[in-house]
T-cell receptor, first 109, second 115 residues
Framework: EDQVTQSPEALRLQEGESSSLNCSYT??????LFWYRQDPGKGPEFLFT???AGEEKEKERLKATLTKKESFLHITAPKPEDSATYLC??????????FGAGTILRVKS | DSGVTQTPKHLITATGQRVTLRCSPR?????VYWYQQSLDQGLQFLIQ???????AKGNILERFSAQQFPDLHSELNLSSLELGDSALYFC??????????????FGPGTRLTVT
């Protein structure tokens, strides 16, 4: 069964303090690993898709990387508006997305 | 704005009742997915439709059913509602071509409260 574990559960950063979120996964044939951002009471917002180990993608202060067992979401010099829950999901040959529980990020000014 | 619309935004109903949630996918997307998000369960995949046909099933209860219409909008029907069905219900859509993976875009969700 496909599984996703995200750590830490919650992360508090000062504005400008860079850090990383972890997503460990087991999947029967990885077709894609996805990162989403979710604000309270809103739908998840798509950030990145990674397809194979070694792949990296960047968007503003965010950079996602992928290995054969885990993915990292690096946040460089975060701002308060980066505060949200970050969700990781994998898609295997079963076609459905399996989500992790998420990391709640709070950035204080 | 993802381009996926869901109605209603909020729904309050009593136990034992039946409700219908509606979703319109992004223009051009053929696949529609339904998810349930509760505090203790996280985001759980329920069911997927592709161009009107059921494609994949997840943790969907027998009391729940869905369909996708010729205009590609989808409805999720929840019946014999229980207190534990209170949750956020999200619809997502994707282009999805055979043997390729495409990201899913989520709607704003419907918050269901069962009293």
């Amino acid at each position: 069964e496909d599984q996703v574990t995200q750590s830490p559960e919650a992360l508090r950063l000062q504005e400008g303090e860079s850090s990383s979120l972890n997503c460990s996964y087991t999947v029967s044939g990885l077709r894609g690993l996805f990162w989403y951002r979710q604000d309270p009471g809103k739908g998840p917002e798509f950030l990145f898709t990674l397809y194979s180990a070694g792949e990296e993608k960047e968007k503003e202060r965010l950079k996602a990387t992928l290995t054969k067992k885990e993915s990292f979401l690096h946040i460089t010099a975060p701002k308060p508006e980066d505060s949200a829950t970050y969700l990781c999901a994998v898609q295997g040959y079963g076609n459905k997305l399996v989500f992790g529980a998420g990391t709640i990020l709070r950035v204080k000014s | 704005d993802s381009g996926v619309t869901q109605t209603p935004k909020h729904l309050i109903t009593a136990t034992g009742q039946r409700v219908t949630l509606r979703c319109s996918p992004r223009s051009g997307d053929l696949s529609v997915y339904w998810y349930q998000q509760s505090l203790d369960q996280g985001l759980q995949f329920l069911i997927q439709y592709y161009n009107g046909e059921e494609r994949a099933k997840g943790n969907i209860l027998e009391r729940f059913s869905a369909q996708q219409f010729p205009d590609l909008h989808s409805e999720l029907n929840l019946s014999s509602l229980e207190l534990g069905d209170s949750a956020l219900y999200f619809c997502a859509s994707s282009v999805e071509r055979q043997k390729l993976t495409y990201e899913q875009y989520f709607g704003p969700g419907t918050r269901l409260t069962v009293t």
